[in-house]
């Protein structure tokens, strides 16, 4: 039987049950979904960690379990129990950084998945193993080196932002593997000398397009379906009046609701706005 680590079995078991959750009960999928206003205005920063254990269904949940524990095996063995999970949240974390940065203009914006941290996990394991062969399909005969892989994928996340031709969160996977990446080098420095070509050709090409992302965005969004339908590019400050005045015509609503037909007329969600909404002027 092959083997798999502890944090390994954790994570997905940990990952299986809230997404069974989340897939059940619509409001608690909201309530702990990466929304950009949620995180921004109502600075819901738990959303960055929570967001990484819902899935938007079965399918996109077990391709992520399947790739963890997949690469997760030969690394945790290496790093331990403990480097290994500071990996993964580390990886999470990062991934939806850069969603948030990307996405800091428009509010609407949502995502889930543990796609991020995933991605961080594949990434520390080809900067470590490198020579690895990736099959697909379970045939040994069609498979390419792990750092081909790598370099393939970097250069698809590059495309896939500046496409937005799916619905991919690619920014939060290119976030999630470089910062895998850089935190398993920092974990396990001795890699750096014996790999660097790998980690080099991976961490170069993916490096820039954070930059030109930051600061040149207009070079790699050429052509964002998102963006082209979200025109106003508001700052905090616009997009929190804005928010303000959207929020108050749905107090007004609920008010008026709970007037005409009692509380007990609320759903879940509706009765957490107005909790929130009490909570913000107290």
């Known amino acids: 039987m092959a083997y798999i680590g502890l944090i390994n079995l954790l994570l997905i078991v940990v990952n299986i049950v809230v997404s069974y959750k989340g897939l059940k009960d619509h409001s608690f999928f909201d309530k702990y979904s990466f929304e950009v206003d949620n995180i921004l205005v109502y600075k819901d920063y738990k959303r960055m960690v929570t967001s990484g254990f819902l899935h938007v269904s079965w399918m996109h949940l077990f391709f992520n379990m399947l790739s963890l524990y997949v690469f997760s095996t030969s690394l945790e063995l290496r790093m331990g129990p403990s480097s290994f999970l500071t990996l993964y949240f580390a990886s999470l974390i990062g991934g939806n950084l850069l969603s948030l940065l990307i996405h800091r203009n428009h509010g609407d914006y949502s995502a889930v998945g543990a796609s991020g941290a995933v991605c961080g996990i594949i990434f520390a394991s080809i900067a470590l193993f490198p020579e690895m062969r990736l099959s697909f399909f379970g045939l040994p005969f069609f498979s390419i080196p792990a750092w081909a892989f790598g370099v ?131």
């Open 152 to 282: 393939l994928y970097v250069l698809y996340s590059i495309y896939g932002i500046r496409s937005k031709k799916d619905n991919i969160g690619h920014e939060a996977h290119l976030g999630g593997a470089l910062i895998g990446m850089l935190v398993a080098l920092c974990m396990v420095p001795e890699a750096i000398a014996e790999n660097y070509p790998t980690i080099l050709s991976i961490l170069l090409p993916g490096s820039l397009a954070v930059y030109l992302i930051i600061t040149r965005p207009h070079l790699l969004l050429v052509d964002n379906q998102y963006f082209k339908t979200h025109i106003g590019d508001y700052d905090i400050d616009d997009r929190y009046n804005l928010q303000r005045m959207d929020r108050q015509q749905e107090i007004d609503f609920l008010l008026e609701k709970i007037h005409k037909t009692g509380i007990k007329s609320l759903t879940r969600k509706e009765r957490e706005t107005l909790e929130r909404y009490s909570q913000s002027v107290n």
